[in-house]
């Protein structure tokens, strides 16, 4: 069955560094664009970051961008957010998505791992 599961969250200073991983299983991961959205409490699920399944390409949220780096090995069916000089308004859980278009939808989310920035 389709599986994304989220790792490397944790506690973090404010201006310090995390790296997030996705591992997928259960799809041809290389055919899907690739995204992380968070959540803070009391807050609508927001995209942070996409990359698609060809090229490469990266699209970032405003709030991040110059600090989060997304980036894939399809090799090992992974997707990695890089988060640099966090800050504490990036606290929230963090989603991987799958997600491929078509004359059909197909999405699929992770469980999400909690992010804490905090002195």
């Known amino acids: 069955q389709v599986q994304l599961v989220e790792s490397g969250g944790g506690l973090v200073q404010p201006g310090g560094s995390l790296r997030l991983s996705c591992a997928a299983s259960g799809f041809t991961f290389s055919s899907y664009a690739m995204r992380w959205y968070r959540q803070a409490p009391g807050k609508e699920r927001e995209l942070v970051a996409t990359i698609f399944s060809t090229g490469g390409n990266t699209n970032y949220a405003d709030s991040v961008k110059g600090r989060f780096t997304i980036s894939r090995d399809n090799a090992k069916s992974t997707v990695y957010l890089q988060m640099n000089s966090l800050k504490p308004e990036d606290t929230a859980v963090y989603y991987c998505?799958?997600?491929?278009?078509?004359?059909?939808?197909?999405?699929?989310w992770g469980q999400g791992t909690q992010v804490t920035v905090s002195s």
């Open positions: 998505n799958a997600v491929r278009w078509g004359g059909v939808k197909y999405e699929y």
